[in-house]
């Protein structure tokens, strides 16, 4: 009501006498234009004061300007309250009848308890993926003594029934097949939105450039503490710029996710790009597996970094890590990555080198001279191994196009 009076007011036709005849008890004398106009001011004030003066009387607003009066009001008002779980703990003295407490998997126990003493809760909700990254401890004493816990699993540990929301409603059914089969037991069904025809994009030409691929990278991981791998990135920046053309040709925009293990790799890849304006149309995020907790892309390109003749990954080989990693992307995850390493890591990271292999979804980078980084020619798609390995991927691409149940 207030925009359309601004509206009114904003006309060149109502002069300053318009409006101060719409504020007289008398009618004004003038044209017929002019009563008009006097008339439909008088009208839209009359209706703005009605509605205003209701709100006074149903909203009981305190006559104060002190801040703990209103805050206090504001509590005692609302039906609902959006906070940390660290924030609750200045709800001390206002009753609740529901606590709901998101990504509770990822808080320790002592977190989960603050929210828990706001008084009156007759129901706790507590929403999370034991799945996923838990909980941060640095103190090893803590974790070793299972401090670190979140509330979440001490309740599965003493019997408490869990319900598992089964749908899932991001991933490409391309992308969502391997992390069901690793991390769910085949439980999580794909939404009806991500099965349909148009949730699958074609960003870049090219087998490679699917819903779903790893691209195996002859490079070497830098020594260091933090591990970087500049083939990766070379690679990852060849890739980057041939997106930004293609956006920039369709005119569209595409937000896109760059998922790195180790810091040092992040920083290299930081540092090719610059100002990540400049990559526009992309949308562009650099961060850690850490960093995309709780996040989701239109496009996900994973840098596993790991490169030697040991096999050895460090850390990478944690599951929940793993996890999250190859759970942001909505249309097309890539990953890359020196398959010799991963599949003699005994991880998690070996078992998807040889899904991608069986689901003719591995690629070798050619990073030859004279190749185009804007389509997949400078690939070479690897077959699957001879003994079962054809069979499989009849298997694996029956699954890809059903519901699992």
Known sequence: MLDDFGKLLDDKS?????????????????????LLLVRTVKEKIAAIRAVARSL???????????????????YGSASLIFCTVSGSAKLKGQKMDLLLIDEAAQLKECESLVPMQVSGLRHAVLVGDECQLPAIVKSKVSDEALLGRSLFERLSLLGH??????????????ISIFPNLSFYDKRILDGSNVTQAGHEREYLPGAMYGPYSFINIDGREDRGRSKRNMAEVAAIMKILRSLKQACIRAGQVVIVGVICPYAAQVEA??????????????????????GFQGSEE???????????????????SNRRRANVALTRARHCLWVLGNAA?????GSIWGELVQDAVERRCFFEWDDGTGVSPAVSHGTRMVEPERGGGAAAFDICDALGSLQLA
Not at 58 to 65: A, R
Not at 161 to 174: E, I, T
Not at 279 to 288: D, E, H, K, T, Y
């Open 269 to 290: 890849i930081q540092g090719k790009i610059g100002d990540v304006k400049s990559m526009r149309p992309l949308v562009l995020r650099v961060n850690s597996v850490d």
């Open 14 to 34: 109502i002069g300053a006498e318009v409006v101060m005849d719409a504020f007289m008890p008398a009618g004004a004398v003038g044209s017929s234009e002019i």
């Open 341 to 345: 390493t991963l599949r003699n890591s």
């Open 298 to 316: 239109d496009v996900i390109i994973l840098s596993t970094v790991r490169s030697n003749g040991t096999g050895s990954i460090g850390f990478l």
């Open 56 to 74: 006074m009387r149903e909203l009981k607003l305190p006559e104060t300007s002190q801040d703990f009066k209103i805050k206090k009001f504001c």
């Open 161 to 174: 029934k869990k319900h598992l929301l089964n749908m899932q409603y991001r991933m490409h059914p391309s």
